[in-house]
């Protein structure tokens, strides 16, 4: 539950914000908070009040926005814009967590442990105000759903910038490079580009090695499996998990479904006979021995090589997703398909 009613939440913190910018702009001429919708011809004298490197400006999904400053309270929604954030060092900037769908990286485990958790789904837009950020990340596109009050306008309005995860800025093809490169705008964002540059490398490296591994093997027929029973639930061509795939040796046999997710029908499954299955695995989809006992007990795949030989894989499904475990999943997915190249 919010600390205040809805209405005097929204209301009464949205006149502090209004407030506060009214004393910046008679002091320095500019809008208040880390950033501003301003672009390169904002005033010239933000320059003299910013760190070195700043200002910057942003263009991610369609909005613009000038940082004078990096953020320095920040909320993440959904567990792979926390991770990234963490990766790069900036647990001392976060505010709040929310949505946490799968056990945290070991190595990070400590530092997210150290950050509020806002809450167990999404949170409400009262909720995130509640923790005075100045900065929300959002990993999937619902972080900012409107229908639930909290839009990108709504927090800008707010006087709150806000960053989408590249994966749902668009309908493009996802790639490694779209991981690289959102580590590297993040890093700019705040400030820290050499840990960004740092952070790339390291994820890279092991990426290059996981692929070198099984650069000679024949690739190995996948199924991702989602969820679903009428029909599965499943990666398209246009994935994230269609490219790691590929780096670990592997070919997804729905690659040619012109989307990041789709359904397929169980006869396309048999037709194709994958001889490894993916299982994705996150909160609320049911267990992964639940998913194996569902695709084992199907009479009509049980000539399905994956399910005749009982190959499969799992992923967390934040690991398939635009952040810094789709390195880490590189390596799990090749060990799963090729395990001989790791012995």
């Not at 004298?45 to 926005?65: E, K, L, Q, W, Y």
């Not at 991770?83 to 967590?97: H, I």
């Not at 997703?321 to 799990?332: E, F, N, P, Q, T």
Request: hydrophobic share 40%.
């Amino acid at each position: 539950m919010p600390l205040f009613p809805p209405a005097l939440t929204a209301r009464g913190r949205g006149a502090l914000r209004l407030a506060a910018g009214v004393l910046a702009l008679s002091a320095v001429a500019l809008t208040a908070g880390c950033g501003s919708s301003g672009g390169p011809d904002a005033d010239p004298r933000a320059a003299a009040s910013s760190p070195a490197g700043f200002p910057v400006t942003i263009d991610n999904c369609g909005v613009r926005t000038t940082y004078t400053r990096p953020p320095a309270r920040v909320v993440t929604i959904h567990q792979h814009p926390a991770e990234l954030m963490l990766a790069l060092g900036l647990a001392d900037r976060m505010v709040g967590t929310a949505y946490p769908d799968s056990s945290v990286l070991p190595d990070l485990r400590k530092a997210y442990e150290s950050v509020p958790e806002l809450a167990a789904k999404e949170p409400s837009f009262e909720t995130v105000l509640d923790a005075e950020p100045d900065f929300v990340y959002g990993g999937y596109g619902s972080a900012f759903g409107e229908k639930e009050g909290r839009s990108r306008k709504a927090f800008a309005d707010a006087g709150i910038d806000t960053y989408l995860n590249r994966e749902y800025c668009g309908e493009k093809r996802v790639t490694m490079e779209d991981t690289y490169d959102e580590i590297r705008t993040i890093g700019t964002i705040f400030g820290v580009s050499g840990r960004a540059d740092s952070l790339v490398a390291d994820l890279k490296g092991r990426v290059g090695r996981a692929a070198s591994a099984v650069a000679d093997e024949a690739d190995v027929p996948v199924f991702v499996y989602d969820s679903g029973d009428k029909s599965a639930f499943t990666a398209g061509g246009k994935s994230l998990g269609t490219e790691l795939i590929r780096l670990a040796g592997g070919r997804n046999v729905f690659g040619d479904l012109d989307d990041v997710f789709g359904d397929v029908s169980w006869e396309q499954v048999v037709d194709r006979r994958p001889e490894v299955i993916a299982i994705y695995d996150y909160a609320g989809s049911g267990s992964v021995e639940q998913k194996k006992e569902y695709l084992l007990s199907r009479p009509a795949l049980a000539d399905v090589p994956a399910i005749r030989n009982k190959r499969f894989v799992v992923l967390p499904l934040t690991a398939t997703l635009v952040g810094i475990r789709s390195a880490y999943a590189v390596g799990d997915l090749a060990r799963g398909l090729h395990p001989a190249s790791f012995r």
